[in-house]
């Protein structure tokens, strides 16, 4: 009788938490990622970036927050390598965080945020300049309808080809709070189908169009597959229990390198 409980409230136990955190399933249903229940934390900043070009004429305040130009945005990298930083995938961070796997001495995790077409003119060629890796969020309706300012899939498809990242962003690029499960598994299985279709790489990661989710949300990119989502918290402390929530540094258009340098040491806190 006494093993029976004991049996029973392990059980319910373990009930709970996977309710508050299930096992990470990899993008193809298998559980090969799982973490392995060690409550680590690594210390990487993730870079946020948009807009890498000069502001068009009628820029406004928004994009113009947005907009890193060429030459700060090289500068930036290259205080980076001068200063040791290893950009990492975020298969290495994932590791890193579920299963231990040691990192560089200084990593450094670079995102794009969007698809803008600047991704492939400016950015791609500064960060393979220096040996750099990036991972880019692309919103896919807007690269399957051929939108002005975009990437096209097959300049994402040779970004990929050289060691860039295409991840998901979703279709439409909305905000993912207080919607439907219908809603967003059109949104997120959508954009997961479109970057495998015209990539040949199925995406593991997502980001959040304007930082918005809830819990829901939460759920359901667990329930698709995907193995950690990226918001627009400030701070570079990553938990192995929460990958869906995983915080980013903001670059902005007036960021100089005294301040970038303190992002990265700090993420802006």
């Known amino acids: 009788m ?13 009930a709970v938490l996977m309710l508050i955190n299930p096992i990470p399933l990899r993008a193809d249903g298998s559980n090969s990622g799982q973490w392995d229940y060690v409550p680590r934390v690594v210390h990487v900043p993730i870079l946020m970036y948009h807009y890498i070009d000069n502001p068009p004429a009628n820029a406004d305040k928004v994009l113009l927050d947005l ?27 994932m590791a890193a965080l579920w299963h231990g796997k040691k990192l560089p001495p200084k990593p450094i995790m670079l995102t794009f945020d969007d698809g803008y077409a ?28 051929g939108r002005p300012g975009y990437l096209s899939w097959p300049l994402a498809k040779i970004m990929v080809q050289s060691g860039m990242f295409i991840e998901n962003h979703t279709r439409g690029h909305q905000n993912l709070k207080n919607r439907s499960r219908d809603f967003l598994i059109n949104q997120i299985v ?19 169009p304007f930082g918005g989710y809830d819990d829901f949300a939460v759920a359901e990119l667990q329930a698709i597959g995907l193995d950690a989502a990226f918001t627009e918290n400030k701070g570079i402390d990553l938990y192995a229990s929460n990958p869906y929530r995983m915080p980013r540094v903001r670059v902005r258009g007036a960021t100089d390198i005294k301040t970038f340098a303190q992002l990265v040491y700090n993420g802006g806190l």
């Open 190 to 208: 959508g954009a997961q189908k479109a970057i495998e279709l015209n990539t040949g790489e199925h995406p593991r990661f997502f980001c959040y």
């Open 118 to 145: 600047n991704a492939w003119y400016n950015a791609f060629p500064i960060l393979k300049k220096f040996g750099f890796s990036g991972v880019f969020f692309v919103i896919t309706d807007f690269i399957d309808t």
């Open 2 to 14: 006494i093993a029976k409980r004991v049996t029973v409230w392990a059980l319910s136990i373990f």
């Open 67 to 93: 907009v890193v130009t060429p030459v700060n945005f090289t500068q930036q990298m290259q205080w980076l390598k001068d200063n040791g930083y290893t950009t990492i995938s975020p298969d290495e961070l």
